[in-house]
């Protein structure tokens, strides 16, 4: 008992939480940057983060801008409050400059949230980062069963609950993907025919937007598993048509169906 409360009182659960804050910790980090967060963040969240793939964030913002941001950023413990057995609730404001969904450093603004701290070795903050895990597979699951608008959403609410500043990139791309999937449904695919090894076919333009290009997918039926044939198209303008060709895979049989996976619009 006596060794209990010893390291509970060696416990600094502010002084933890507001490091931790001002490294700016997200829902991944760099190989390089874990040494930082190992004496701030549970073993069970660095678990996590040893198994994160990168965000789109973390590929856009380099190591020297994310330096910048930490050498900006204050935080400050505004109270402490008990929450259990070893546990203390810390409220918190940051005040860091931002990013913008392109990556570039942002405006300063101003955060007020709460973390739970634990006596896991003197005083370890606890991000659930396992519940940002499984956030994100949410959102892959979205892609796949292309639902643009719960995909966007999903990565705003990650970014609201674990507060990492280079997710304002991933919400960038996130509605970006949504836009352009979402006017993909304007782009009508009509299949002409089929001979010597191709299919031919014409997209048209029934939107009010110019796309620059666009990538066509080939759905083709056969005796096992669906065959694939994609190809990239140029210039449609709004109301335009383009006609084009796509390879018949070796093993197709069947019927084909043809859809947009990606596109740009035109300046």
């Known amino acids: 008992m006596l060794i209990l409360m010893l390291a509970l009182a060696w416990t600094d659960p502010a002084a933890v939480a507001v ?22 963040l549970t073993a069970k969240d ?12 973390l590929k856009r913002v380099d190591a020297a801008t994310l330096a910048q941001l930490r050498s900006q950023t204050t935080c400050v413990a505004e109270e402490t409050n008990g929450a259990g057995s070893g546990q203390w609730a810390v409220k918190l ?12 450093v942002g405006p300063v603004t101003e955060q007020t949230f709460e973390w739970q701290v634990t006596d896991e070795k003197s005083g370890r903050v606890d991000l659930n980062l396992t519940g940002a895990a499984i956030a994100r597979r949410n959102a892959d699951e979205a892609i796949g069963e292309q639902d643009w608008k719960r995909y966007a959403s999903s990565w705003r609410a990650l970014a609201q609950r674990w507060l990492d500043p280079l997710l304002a990139v991933d919400i960038a791309d996130a509605e970006a993907l949504q836009d352009r999937m979402e006017y993909s449904e304007k782009l009508e695919q009509t299949f002409d025919k089929a001979s010597d090894g191709l299919v031919q076919a014409t997209v048209e333009n029934t939107g009010d937007r110019a796309v620059k290009s666009l990538v066509v ?11 694939h044939s994609q190809t990239t198209l ?33 300046p």
């Open 46 to 57: 660095l678990g996590v983060l040893d198994k994160a793939k990168p965000t789109h964030g």
């Open 93 to 104: 404001t940051r005040t860091a400059p931002t990013i913008t969904g392109d990556g570039a």
């Open 19 to 40: 490091a931790t804050c001002q490294a700016l910790p997200g829902i991944a980090i760099r190989p390089d940057d874990r040494a930082l967060f190992q004496p701030l």
């Open 217 to 227: 997918d080939a759905t083709f039926e056969s005796g096992k598993t669906p065959l």
């Open 234 to 266: 140029g210039a449609v303008p709004a109301g335009g048509k383009l006609n084009y060709t796509l390879e018949i895979p070796e093993g197709a049989e069947g019927k084909v169906a043809l859809h947009t996976t990606d596109l740009s619009f035109a």
